[in-house]
């Protein structure tokens, strides 16, 4: 029936919005098995293609075991920002800074896919609410657990948040190290990257000093 109404492009979209709910990919949900197969004999490959042996004892099962560790490593394309910023509470007029710093993270860096991690810090002003302290390293996550590069990583969060919860200003900083400079390359062990993204009253100088202050102080 579907075919005599609609071009086959029309049927695939349909389709795909029907299964919307229950249709995950490879490399977040892993219920096709077809491409659950397709995923781990390309690691199997990978492995034979280094020089290994994939079918000796300690690597046999490594393929199977790579593609499930993508559930949790690439786990944030399961979720998208506006999940994670829920829970918000009046801010009992609340009127200055909040900074919640040190948010250990890991992603994996989208040139190489070799990992980078480090530590977050992430502050807004609010605007007559606020989010509960948790969300904000959720929100994190749901950036990080992805295919990124740091500088992007760091303006979706900033970007979010102000989107999302509409607070007067926020700012992001991200300090990380990268192992496609630790490991290849130029090879620089103790080599750290740092990115901001400021919105809103962010940008005036003396928030923005009093963010740097905040989150520099031990």
């Not at 890991?106 to 991690?117: G, Q, V």
């Not at 970007?159 to 992001?172: A, F, R, Y």
């Amino acid at each position: 029936m579907l075919e005599k109404k609609f071009s086959k492009a029309a049927i695939f979209n349909i389709l795909c919005l029907q299964t919307l709910n229950q249709r995950i990919d490879f490399l977040t949900g892993y219920k096709n098995n077809n491409m659950k197969e397709e995923a781990t004999k390309s690691v199997y490959e990978m492995i034979r293609l280094i020089g290994d042996d994939p079918e000796r004892e300690g690597v046999e099962e490594t393929p199977k075991r790579v593609v499930k560790s993508w559930e949790t490593i690439y786990g944030g394309y399961r979720q998208q920002p506006e999940d994670v910023l829920t829970a918000r509470f009046n801010s009992e007029n609340y009127d200055e800074m909040v900074v919640l710093k040190n948010i250990e993270f890991f992603s994996t860096c989208e040139h190489h896919m070799l990992p980078f991690f480090g530590k977050a810090h992430v502050a807004y002003h609010p605007n007559g609410s606020v989010v509960g302290i948790s969300k904000l390293a959720r929100l994190v996550e749901v950036f990080s657990r992805r295919l990124q590069i740091q500088e992007r990583l760091t303006m979706q969060i900033a970007d979010s948040l102000m989107n999302i919860i509409e607070p007067i200003g926020c700012g992001v900083v991200i300090e990380a190290k990268h192992f496609c400079m630790i490991s290849r390359g130029v090879n620089k062990q103790n080599s750290i990257m740092e990115t901001s993204a400021l919105r809103g009253v962010f940008k005036e100088p003396d928030v923005k000093q009093e963010f740097l202050k905040l989150i520099n102080h031990r």
